[in-house]
């Protein structure tokens, strides 16, 4: 069986490593849409468009399961491509906010200025936290962070500090006892984001969820396991430097982007 994701950037590739994780001798193929990060700043019409050619790049290449593993992409674009592709299982990923309301009701929200704004997240919010009950959802978005994921540098750790500042201050002075990620770059400095807001706040991310669902829907399949595993990696940017990153962000060197072009 051979899985597909793809993501605007690096981000999904947290659920890619929980993917493989899980799923030890699953074949993959990832695509990085770096030349047309954030999505998270984009319409719903031009994600939906570069969501199509994503998807049908990795149909091409004979993948099984297509999943997005981006917030932007899944709240702009989930249900329209499932209509589009009706043969074949795609999975998405959203915030974590069942989850979260089940832990307090002073919830924070950190994400891109897209899924904060989708119907999507606002529908999810209304049905497991709504204000009747005494919840309080607080939305913050935090763009920037994902440009600084894009271009991870360790020697900027002062640089990510301010940010991580900028993005948490209002969740912080608001006391809210949990942080839903609502962008797959995030966990990827959720370390650095808890050392901000203090080790008392719970911070949630989607990865681990999405990898379950994806290996339930491979377990339907009566071949979920390959005789072996081929992992491919593909971007639309600057092969080297998206390669580089993503060696540093998994701590592997065998990590090797390929060019795409659409």
């Known amino acids: 069986m051979k899985i597909g994701i793809f993501d605007s950037g690096i981000g999904g590739l947290g659920i890619y490593q929980e993917i493989t994780k899980i799923i030890p001798n699953i074949s993959t193929i990832y695509i990085a849409d770096t030349a047309s990060c954030p999505y998270g700043e984009k319409s719903v019409s031009e994600i939906k468009a570069l969501c199509q050619k994503n998807a049908q790049f990795l149909l091409q290449h004979k993948v099984e ?32 906010i069942k ?6 009701k ?48 360790k020697k900027q750790n002062l640089r990510l500090s ?30 650095e984001i808890q050392k901000i807001v203090g080790k008392n706040v719970i911070i949630l991310d989607s990865n681990g969820a999405v990898a379950k669902q994806v290996k339930k829907i491979a377990d339907s399949c009566n071949n979920a396991n390959s005789q072996k595993s081929v992992h491919q990696f ?27 072009k659409y």
């Open 162 to 191: 301010q940010v991580l500042k900028v993005c948490t201050e209002r969740l912080i002075k608001q006391q809210v006892d949990v942080i839903a990620l609502g962008c797959t770059h995030f966990p990827f400095v959720k370390k």
């Open 106 to 153: 002073k919830i924070g929200i950190l994400a891109t200025r897209r899924t904060i704004e989708s119907h999507y997240l606002r529908n999810l919010v209304n049905q497991f936290c709504p204000k009747s009950l005494g919840y309080k959802t607080l939305y913050q978005p935090c763009s920037e962070l994902v440009d600084y994921i894009e271009n991870f540098d």
């Open 234 to 260: 593909f971007t639309t940017g600057d092969v080297g430097k998206v390669t580089k990153v993503a060696q540093v962000l998994l701590k592997n060197k065998q990590i090797r982007f390929k060019s795409i």
């Open 65 to 96: 399961i297509v999943v997005v593993a981006c917030n932007s992409a899944s709240v702009s674009a989930l249900i329209w491509l499932r209509n589009k592709f009706p043969n074949t299982p795609i999975v998405g990923v959203v915030p974590v």
């Open 99 to 104: 989850k979260a309301a089940l832990i307090s």
